[in-house]
C-alpha cells in the first residue's frame, strides 16, 4: 500500500522560508518520481514541483521558480520542497503524490 506522509508546513511572514518534507512508503523509492501540489480555498488545485528518478529532472510551477527548490534523499524515502521568499499567494494546502496516491496535506499559510 502506497503511503505519503507530509510534514514542515505552518505560518510564516512574507519573504521568509519553509521546508516540506513528503516521507513514502508502499513501493520501490527509488524508480519514481514524486510531485508537489496545492490547493488554496476556492482555487484549483495546481502541480508546484515535481522531481523525477533522477534529481536532475525537476519542473517547477512558473510562480515559483527561482525560489521553490524540490530535492530528494533516496536513503530516507523522502522528497524535499524548500520554500524561500513566500508569499502570501503561496498559502494553501501542500500534497505530494505517487501516481494516484497522495498524503493528507500540510498546510502553509503566508501573512503579509
Known amino acids: 500500500e502506497v503511503q505519503l506522509a507530509e510534514s514542515g508546513g505552518g505560518l510564516v511572514q512574507a519573504g521568509g522560508s519553509l521546508r516540506l518534507a513528503c516521507v513514502a512508503s508502499g513501493f520501490t523509492f527509488d524508480d519514481h518520481g514524486i510531485a508537489w501540489f496545492r490547493q488554496a480555498p476556492g482555487k484549483e488545485r495546481e502541480e508546484v514541483s515535481c522531481?523525477?528518478?533522477?534529481?536532475?529532472?525537476?519542473y517547477y510551477l512558473n510562480s515559483v521558480k527561482g525560489r521553490f527548490t524540490i530535492s530528494r534523499d533516496n536513503t530516507k524515502n523522502t522528497v524535499y520542497l524548500q520554500m524561500n521568499n513566500l508569499k502570501p499567494e503561496d498559502t494553501a494546502v501542500y500534497y505530494c503524490?505517487?501516481?494516484?496516491?497522495r498524503g493528507q496535506g500540510t498546510q502553509v499559510t503566508v501573512s503579509s
Open positions: 522531481i523525477g528518478s533522477n534529481e536532475e529532472n525537476t
Open positions: 503524490q505517487h501516481r494516484g496516491s
